[in-house]
Nanobody, 115 residues
Framework: VQLQASGGGSVQIGGSLRLSCSTSGVILSVFSGPAMAWYRQAPGKEREFVASFTESGATKYADFVKGRFTISRDNVKRRLYLQMDGLKPEDTAIYYC???????WGQGTQVTVSS
């Protein structure tokens, strides 16, 4: 299983970014279920959960991104996305996609939010 996050960059406060996670070796039943998730790690902090899906296909978010971030996926392309709007300086972190079943982590992508 290989995961690769991309789409990060530097934006101003209130800006938007769309992260993408390409996958290989993840079967559809796993990819389309609740296993795929986004996490992030800010400087000096532990890695934390950002967003994922539930068993029923609904979305689930950490409180600090609710209403600002949207997780989505393309089951045909096996791609996971994270639309980030209303970015704040505290969103500055390396963002990772993760397959929680295999515990595979992709190479992260840096997001920097500044004034």
């Amino acid at each position: 299983v290989q995961l690769q996050a991309s789409g990060g960059g530097s934006v101003q406060i209130g800006g938007s970014l769309r992260l993408s996670c390409s996958t290989s070796g993840v079967i559809l039943s796993v990819f389309s279920g609740p296993a795929m998730a986004w996490y992030r790690q800010a400087p000096g902090k532990e890695r934390e959960f950002v967003a994922s899906f539930t068993e029923s296909g609904a979305t689930k978010y950490a409180d600090f991104v609710k209403g600002r971030f949207t997780i989505s996926r393309d089951n045909v392309k096996r791609r996971l996305y994270l639309q980030m709007d209303g970015l704040k300086p505290e969103d500055t972190a390396i963002y990772y996609c993760r397959n929680t079943i295999s515990n595979a982590w992709g190479q992260g992508t840096q997001v920097t939010v500044s004034s």
